[in-house]
């Protein structure tokens, strides 16, 4: 089975800052994991994945994460915070080994950027 | 289209009724997924079809959910006999060419009286 863990349900940083968005992962197979943001009132855009190359995996809007199998995790970061990246961020991870790949999600943290 | 369309994008209805959500996928993408959002539960995964098939239907919170796709394209999500906890964010994700990314409609918001 599968799960994520978001630790943090609400993270602040100020604009310029780094923003560290913390997931760990548990999974019985080989994971493949997701970072989707979700503006208000819209639905979830794709940030980055990770399919089993690079353990180090660049995004859109200047985010990456990187997977580390040693402690399950796949922390989402950004050297420089921007006010447009207020959202809220949601960590995925995908049961590919079974028919479909339905995402199981965390629960989420919300980002607030001050200026 | 250009993404994934959901309609309606909100609706208000009546305790007991029934309610029909429609998703329509991105052209020519034969897996097609249906969330839910809720603030106490979060994102939870309801059903997945290829192409007019649902191999996995495990999410289905009760018998009064229902779901159908027609033509490998259009999808209808019903709930019948609404209750107040059926209150959420309805979302639906497509997938296709071999990738694993899903991609999400701006889902429909539910909220039952």
């Known amino acids: 089975a599968q799960s994520v863990t978001q630790l943090g349900s609400h993270v602040s940083v100020s604009e310029g800052a780094l923003v560290l968005l913390r997931c760990n992962y548990s999974s019985s197979v080989p994971p493949y994991l997701f970072w989707y943001v979700q503006y208000p009132n819209q639905g979830l855009q794709l940030l980055l994945k990770y399919t089993s190359a690079a353990t180090l995996v660049k995004g859109i809007n200047g985010f990456e994460a990187e997977f580390k199998k040693s402690e399950t995790s796949f922390h989402l970061t950004k050297p420089s915070a921007h006010m447009s990246d207020a959202a809220e961020y949601f960590c995925a991870v995908s049961a590919f080994n079974q028919a479909g790949t339905a995402l199981i999600f965390g629960k989420g943290t919300t980002l607030s950027v001050s200026s | ?113």
């Not at chain 2, 809720?38 to 997945?48: A, D, N, R, T, V």
């Not at chain 2, 889902?107 to 039952?112: H, K, N």
């Open chain 2, 1 to 113: 289209g250009a993404g994934v369309s959901q309609s309606p994008s909100n609706k208000v209805t009546e305790k007991g009724k029934d309610v029909e959500l429609r998703c329509d996928p991105i052209s020519g993408h034969t897996a097609l997924y249906w969330y839910r959002q809720s603030l106490g539960q979060g994102l939870e995964f309801l059903i997945y079809f290829q192409g007019n098939s649902a191999p996995d239907k495990s999410g289905l919170p009760s018998d009064r959910f229902s779901a159908e796709r027609t033509g490998g394209s259009v999808s209808t999500l019903t709930i019948q006999r609404t209750q107040q906890e059926d209150s959420a964010v309805y979302l639906c994700a497509s997938q296709g060419g071999g990738t694993l990314e899903q991609y999400f409609g701006p889902g429909t918001r539910l909220t039952v009286t």
